[in-house]
């Protein structure tokens, strides 16, 4: 910018600053240096002042003076002043450039911060998001291996069962068509021997013709209820389906209750808890079928360990008057176009306190080995994020809780 200033001898300033020394002309004297410069040519000034504003010899600026009207106005005295001038000018002009450079600075730094505020919100939400499928990962490979389990015994089970109710359907034949030719024998063969008879008397014979039907009518039965039980296993085992796709919630709670059967019976300590389904007319959803099955089962088994506390310190008897109850009930609710699913206990409840939390990861109230804290967390992931639905739950201490889960439809 100096060099282009035409209201400034260019060829003084110029040599200022690249020899870093005052130019003092005071008789407007023809140095011949600078003879042919323009301005000073048109201005024609009698005195001149040109100094370098060095910083620790640092070139920062020029002091420029000039006097039109008297010769030898720059006096020794004077220029000591001028000099003083300089120097002082200099410390200002650094001082200005230094809290320049600072406010960009403290500028750069906040920046900075609030980069630093970002990248931590960030990994703070990443570990929050690692945490979460960490503990998914967990819960679900637990699930997995209880699906693979039951759905290789329901496999395994599957062969043997239908050779044995296929069977069964002939042996009903055969023992019908022997005992009529045993009959035939009887009334035909009116003088049978001495060891025949005595061979009839001790088998009981007649018992033995009325009960054979009803001993194989009970194994059909029982051929029955395997075959629910294999089926049901293979429900609950239903792997994770990549889309939704229909399926019969009634069904899923059933394929639970039975996986969970073992912990519902009686033992030596309480009676069976009594399980009431009041099971409305629903239509089939659409969802994960695993991952609903792994929320009733979370459900259900946390109901059992609460029937369970509060059952410590009574006596068997007590228990059967007070029975363990779970009361599961489904129904649509049209208004909002979604079904509810209500699993209620009246095991020993939740205190205010409890209640604020039961949904946190890793949070629980039981001993080390019995719980996992991860049950609730993960049923309402998989209720809200999978299914869009809500699980909700109202309880008091004392007296029982109960979840409803309810999906869209
Ligand atoms: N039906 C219930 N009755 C009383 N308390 C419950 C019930 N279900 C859950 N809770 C409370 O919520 C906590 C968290 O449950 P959950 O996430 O399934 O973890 P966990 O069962 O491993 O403790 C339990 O420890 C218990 O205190
Ligand atoms: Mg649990």
Redesign the pocket.
């Known amino acids: 910018s100096l060099d282009n200033a035409d209201n400034l001898p260019g060829s003084i300033v110029r040599t200022v600053q690249h020899t870093q020394k005052t130019i003092i002309l005071n008789h407007g004297d023809k140095d011949t240096r600078f003879a042919s410069d323009t301005y000073l040519i048109q201005q024609q000034p009698k005195s001149l002042f040109c100094s370098p504003i060095l910083n620790q010899g640092q070139f920062i600026g020029i002091l420029y003076l000039e006097n039109n009207l008297s010769a030898g106005a720059f006096t020794q005295e004077r220029v000591e002043v001028l000099n003083l001038v300089c120097s002082q000018a200099a410390i200002s002009i650094e001082n200005a450039r230094l809290y320049e450079q600072s406010q960009n600075y403290a500028k750069k730094l906040e920046c900075t911060v609030q980069e630093l505020q970002q990248t931590q919100q960030q990994l703070q939400k990443s570990f929050e998001e690692l945490k979460q499928a960490q503990l998914q990962v967990v819960q679900s490979e637990k699930m997995a291996s209880i699906g693979q389990l039951t759905a290789g015994i329901a496999h395994e089970i599957n062969n043997p069962l239908s050779f044995i109710s296929g069977n069964l359907t002939f042996t009903d034949d055969y023992i019908q068509n022997i005992i009529e030719l045993l009959e035939l024998y009887q009334t035909e063969w009116l003088s049978p021997s001495e060891k025949i008879l005595n061979k009839v008397e001790d088998i009981e014979l007649d018992y033995l013709i009325e009960d054979l039907p009803k001993s194989i009518n009970s194994m059909k039965q029982g051929m029955k209820r395997i075959t629910e039980i294999s089926k049901s296993m293979r429900t609950f085992s239903r792997g994770d389906t990549v889309a939704k796709v229909p399926f019969n919630i009634h069904e899923g709670i059933d394929s639970t209750l039975l996986i969970l059967k073992h912990r519902l019976k009686a033992s030596v300590t309480r009676p069976e808890i009594e399980v009431v389904k009041n099971y409305g007319n629903l239509p089939e959803v659409n969802c994960y079928p695993g991952q609903l099955n792994q929320v009733f089962m ?1 459900l259900i ?2 109901a059992i ?1 609460a029937l369970e506390e509060s059952n410590l310190g009574k006596t068997f008897e007590e228990i059967e008057t007070a029975p363990n109850q779970i009361i599961l009930t489904t129904e649509i609710d049209s208004e909002n176009q979604q079904i509810i699913i209500r699993i209620k206990d009246n095991g020993m409840g939740m205190s205010e306190s409890v209640k604020e939390k039961v949904f946190e990861h890793l949070f629980t109230t039981k001993g080390v080995g019995k ?2 804290g991860l ?2 967390s993960i049923s309402r992931q998989i209720v809200e994020e999978k299914h869009r639905g809500k699980l909700t739950l109202t309880s008091a201490l004392g007296e029982g809780t109960e979840f409803a889960i309810a999906l869209p439809l």
Do not use: M, P, S
């Open positions: 979370n088994a946390n360990d719980g996992t049950g609730l």
